[in-house]
């Protein structure tokens, strides 16, 4: 189900189109997106969304993959930053192979990590070639982190917004 799908409130009725999608979101309204590779594999749904409430930063992506009609489930923390908004499919883009994601560091849902862990942290970000959120450019008035663009990462991308 897509965001717009979602949209109770109305928020994305008024979207002026001026970028590949809307600038602010509501966290309610990704909630069971669906996540797919570049190369167009559903790789499952956002589960939760997880805030740095201390940092006040979206820190990472709850992915539910695999299993059967929400039975044995594998979840995945994947970091906010190695997403992307389709905004033309109205999902989410996550460039790693399905094979990848299946050998990814996972949870059971009745057993969460500790995802303040600096270790676990790092052994997540490491998987996904990203850079922690914490780990921000020293005077930048924005807060971003290194490999974090303003707008797309391609610009044959277009449709694709980074965050």
């Known amino acids: 189900m897509s965001?717009?799908?979602?949209?109770?409130?109305?928020?994305?009725?008024?979207?002026?189109?001026?970028?590949?999608?809307?600038?602010?979101?509501?966290?309610?309204?990704?909630?069971?997106?669906?996540?797919?590779?570049?190369?167009?594999?559903?790789?499952?749904?956002?589960?939760?969304?997880?805030?740095?409430?201390?940092?006040?930063?979206?820190?990472y992506a709850v992915l539910s993959f695999g299993g059967f009609l929400g039975i044995?489930?594998?979840?995945?923390?994947?970091?906010?930053?190695?997403?992307?908004?389709?905004?033309?499919?109205?999902?989410?883009?996550?460039?790693?192979?399905?094979?990848?994601?299946?050998?990814a560091p996972g949870f059971d849902k009745d057993k969460w990590p500790d995802m303040a862990d600096p270790i676990w942290q790092n052994t997540i970000h490491s998987y996904y070639g990203t850079r922690a959120y914490t780990d921000e450019v020293t005077g930048d008035p924005a807060g971003r982190s290194r490999d974090v663009p303003l707008t797309s990462r391609d610009p044959d991308r277009s449709k694709e917004k980074s965050f």
Do not use: C, H
């Not at 189109?17 to 590779?37: E, K």
């Not at 995945?76 to 990848?100: G, I, S, Y």
């Open 3 to 59: 965001y717009q799908d979602r949209d109770i409130y109305g928020i994305y009725r008024n979207d002026d189109g001026q970028g590949p999608g809307p600038r602010l979101m509501g966290a309610d309204t990704l909630i069971g997106n669906d996540v797919y590779n570049r190369q167009d594999e559903d790789l499952g749904d956002i589960k939760e969304i997880m805030l740095d409430v201390a940092q006040g930063r979206v820190a």
């Open 72 to 103: 044995a489930d594998k979840l995945f923390a994947v970091p906010w930053n190695a997403l992307t908004l389709d905004t033309e499919n109205k999902r989410f883009v996550l460039d790693v192979d399905k094979e990848r994601l299946e050998s």
